[in-house]
């Protein structure tokens, strides 16, 4: 079981970072993802780190705002959100999978937590 914490409400330009930690198990050699859901829009990748060789990948919309990392000895996974925007708003999840390289293909990963809502005003 995946669970995610650090979600809220924050302006323009503030910073939240989520954390994802495995309850029950370990993350294992697969890697960690995060993706993000708004109303009434499909499922979008934000980032990934791989278990491999610890490279992240990232959504063509975090242009260097966003920073994923994971921690194994402590089964979690971070993301840090830098000059967040309102068009951040959405529910964040954190996933896990084999994914080989389709890390932005939310349909590789068997794993998932609940969400948490990341809510940004202007």
């Known amino acids: 079981q995946l669970v995610e914490s650090g979600g809220g409400l924050v302006q323009a330009g503030d910073s939240l970072r989520l954390s994802c930690a495995a309850s029950?198990?370990?993350?294992?050699?697969?890697?960690m993802g995060w993706f993000r859901q708004a109303p009434g829009k499909e499922r979008e990748f934000v980032a990934a780190?791989?278990?491999?060789?610890?490279?992240?990948s990232y959504g063509d919309f975090v242009k260097g705002r966003f920073s994923i990392s994971r921690d194994n000895a402590a089964n979690s996974v971070y993301l840090q959100m830098n000059s967040l925007k309102p068009e951040d708003t959405a529910v964040y999840y954190c996933?896990?999978?084999?994914?080989?390289?389709?890390?932005?293909?939310?349909?590789?990963?068997?794993?998932w937590g609940q969400g948490t809502q990341v809510t940004v005003s202007s």
């Open positions: 996933a896990a999978g084999y994914v080989g390289d389709t890390v932005g293909r939310p349909e590789k990963y068997d794993y």
């Open positions: 780190v791989r278990w491999s060789n610890g490279r992240a």
């Open positions: 029950g198990g370990t993350f294992g050699s697969r890697a």
